[in-house]
């Protein structure tokens, strides 16, 4: 080997530039002495230079830098200059990994040319690879006998990797030798070269195969088919439909593994759209498995089967093959098959049921609503949901008035499952039908219209809303409606004008449930005029009606109420009171995205000295917790101090010192200490020390 010279290869190139062209037919006119040795020449000396000695692991821009320099090259004549080049730098003791990525950039620009060297390097183990990658991509005549004269050369691992190369190539002239390995080769060199037969066009290649087939045996004959498979689809792709139609067909009928006959059997299958059908359905019948259900599968590509025929087929099948179908029907989305679906709804097997249920989504119309939605009332969890969702899913125009028309003629539990559905298909025109189940029928039909009000009714409907929960039977009917008509209300943009309608039937209401219950839903909607409302009924002589102001106050959507509901908290004489508003005081604290943390700090504070009972110390110190501030920190330290919610204190003091670890850490450390020292909860320690390692 020899040292690159890329300044010696560029001079001699100029020369030859020189020498000839006063010879050179078509010597494009700027190719002169003068400028033979352009620019970009030069930059790719300079580039090889710094590329011969390249190991992996070194910086890759020089090599980047050159193969974005051979993107822009536009001159013929500085790319064969180029060329010219990488062949001399084959021939020099550049690295392996250099020659490697020059072998890269011949398979672009290579021709003629480079075949002489590349074919040299096909007789060197380490470097036959690279070349190959070359030889497989240059447009060269010459290529093809530049591998078939290695091909006689050489063996093992370097034959197998030619053999391949002539397979990607498509060499014609290679079938000969190559069917010389379907006899005499080891396994692993007649699996090549059966392999790379099967990549070459034309029916030679074919007829070698056959012919080796009928010798063969054991993995000698699984190779070969595996040619001939590959051989079948290269014969269709060309338009060879008769013979790639004889190898599948023969492949298919053959006692050959179960892969090999799926393959064949989709082969058939693109070769034989008529007879498709047929193939298939007998296809189904077949004592293997996997044949089965690639015919199943295969039923999508195929042209339509009837359903006289597909239905006799399907009451054949075992339970997972009639899912499998059922799931092929459902993807055809062909209605036709929507019997096969609603009679396996009977199966045995509860896999078949569900996977029928699933079929009638797009299977489904109005015909099949009302089973459903028995299924749904009547069948095991799983079951049911799968019903449930094809109600809500099945696409068919019919299904909602099908819905509707179940609704006044169902009851029970299958009435239920179509209320809901109502909501889950969101059908809007059915608001006067659900108002009026509202009002009538069996309590969970009303309890679940009540429900379903929320989701589909407008604006427009509020008012019937509100005479539907001032007339409830129930505390469950009440609570229904409550959040029904609040989430109807809150469709409203202005919030100001969201509680118009409510504190109009407010003040025309004198029953003191109904009364409770408008102000629940004015606490949930956060009209800032019902706000007044809601404070005076604080001072209520009413305990019930105190109670319902409290709770309404509770939910509003921002602190607004947070100092009358500590005042309650702590001067009311009525301990019921006392709790629900402390426990609403808080709650509207942490809700409060509005609040900073040092704000809902001083709050919580405040809540606990006026809190007597445990379960409400242990919520302000839940929700201090929540806090990312050192202010909150130093409060929950505080805490560790009361027996009763010592634990409650060291787990706020680890949550909040995870969040602010990487702001405050010496204050956490000190924090953290103090928590080991104090509380004996292995847990809580146990939090306190992973925090502790985390701690920069």
């Known amino acids: 080997m020899k040292k690159f010279q890329p300044l010696v290869i560029l001079s001699v190139l100029t020369l030859v530039f020189f020498i000839s062209a006063p010879f050179a037919n078509e010597l494009p006119p700027q190719v002169t002495p003068a400028n033979a040795v352009d620019h970009a020449e030069e930059e790719i000396v300079r580039l090889l230079e710094q590329i011969q000695w390249y190991e992996y692991g070194m910086s890759r821009e020089p090599l980047s830098e050159l193969s974005d320099l051979l993107v822009k090259i536009e001159s013929k004549e500085t790319l064969v200059a180029a060329e010219y080049m990488f062949i001399d730098f084959l021939k020099s003791d550049a690295t392996l990994p250099a020659k490697q990525f020059i072998c890269r950039k011949l398979s672009i620009i290579g021709t003629d040319a480079s075949v002489p060297v590349l074919q040299e390097m096909l007789m060197n183990d380490e470097t036959a690879d690279m070349a190959r990658y070359a030889l497989e991509r240059i447009p060269s005549q010459d290529v093809e006998q530049a591998l078939l004269t290695a091909l006689e050369k050489t063996d093992g691992r370097t034959r197998i990797g030619i053999i391949n190369s002539l397979g990607k190539r498509g060499s014609q002239k290679s079938v000969k030798p190559l069917s010389l390995f379907l006899e005499k080769g080891d396994q692993v060199t007649l699996q090549a070269a059966a392999t790379a037969l099967g990549k070459i066009d034309g029916s030679d290649a074919a007829q070698a195969l056959q012919r080796a087939q009928k010798r063969a045996m054991g993995s000698a004959e699984l190779a070969i088919k595996d040619g001939l498979l590959l051989c079948a689809d290269n014969l269709l792709e060309n338009g060879e439909v008769k013979q790639a139609t004889e190898i599948y067909s023969n492949l298919y009928k053959s006692e050959s593994p179960a892969p090999i006959r799926v393959a064949a059997l989709r082969g058939m299958i693109k070769t034989s759209q008529d007879e498709a059908p047929s193939i298939l359905l007998n296809a189904t019948k077949d004592e293997s498995a996997a044949i089965i259900s690639a015919a199943i599968d295969l039923l999508r590509e195929s042209p339509k089967i009837p359903f006289q025929k597909m239905a006799p087929v399907f009451n054949e099948l075992a339970p997972r093959f009639k899912v499998q179908l059922l799931a092929a029907l459902a993807d055809l989305k062909d209605e036709t098959y929507q019997p096969i679906a609603v009679n396996a709804l009977q199966a045995e097997t509860v896999e078949v049921r569900k996977a029928a249920l699933q079929a009638l989504i797009p299977l489904g119309d109005a015909s099949v609503v009302i089973p459903v939605a028995e299924i749904a ?225 001083a709050m919580l504070q405040n809540a606990m000295h006026i809190a007597e009972q445990v379960n409400e110390k242990r919520m302000i110190l839940s929700g201090l917790g929540e806090l990312n501030s050192v202010i909150a920190l130093n409060a929950a330290l505080g805490y560790l101090k009361m027996d009763s919610v010592v634990n409650e204190a060291g787990a706020a003091i680890v949550q909040i010192s995870d969040s602010i670890r990487g702001q405050q850490p010496e204050k956490v450390k000190a924090a953290l200490q103090t928590l080991l020292e104090t509380v004996e909860n292995p847990n809580i320690q146990e939090d306190a020390k992973n925090v502790l390692e985390k701690v920069k």
Request: charged content about 30%; hydrophobic content about 40%; cysteine-free.
């Open 377 to 601: 009332a009547t069948a095991p969890k799983d079951e049911a949901d799968q019903a449930r969702s094809t109600l809500a899913r099945m696409p068919a125009s019919s299904v909602d008035e099908a819905v509707l028309n179940g609704i006044e003629n169902t009851e029970g539990k299958v009435r239920v499952e179509l209320i809901n559905a109502v909501s889950e298909r969101y059908i809007t025109t059915a608001v006067p039908t659900v108002l009026a189940m509202s009002r009538q029928g069996d309590d969970a039909s009303r309890n679940a219209a009540i429900k379903v009000l929320g989701d589909i009714a407008k604006p427009e409907d509020l008012s019937k809303l509100l005479d539907v929960l001032v007339h409830t039977r129930s505390n469950s009917e009440t609570e229904a409606a409550v959040l029904s008509v609040a989430q109807v209300a809150s469709q409203i943009d202005e919030q100001a004008e969201r509680g118009e309608l409510v504190l109009q039937k407010l003040d025309n209401t004198e029953d003191v449930q109904d009364r409770i219950a408008l102000m629940r839903v004015l606490g949930k909607i956060g009209d800032p005029d019902g706000l007044d409302v809601l404070r005076q009924a604080l001072g209520s002589d009413d305990e019930e009606t105190q109670v319902a102001a409290v709770r309404a106050l509770s939910d509003w959507p921002s602190s607004a109420p947070a100092d009358e509901l500590f005042d309650l908290a702590k001067n009311s004489q009525s301990p019921r009171v006392k709790v629900l508003a402390l426990r609403g005081y808080i709650e509207l604290i942490r809700n409060d995205q509005d609040l900073s943390d040092d704000e809902k700090t």
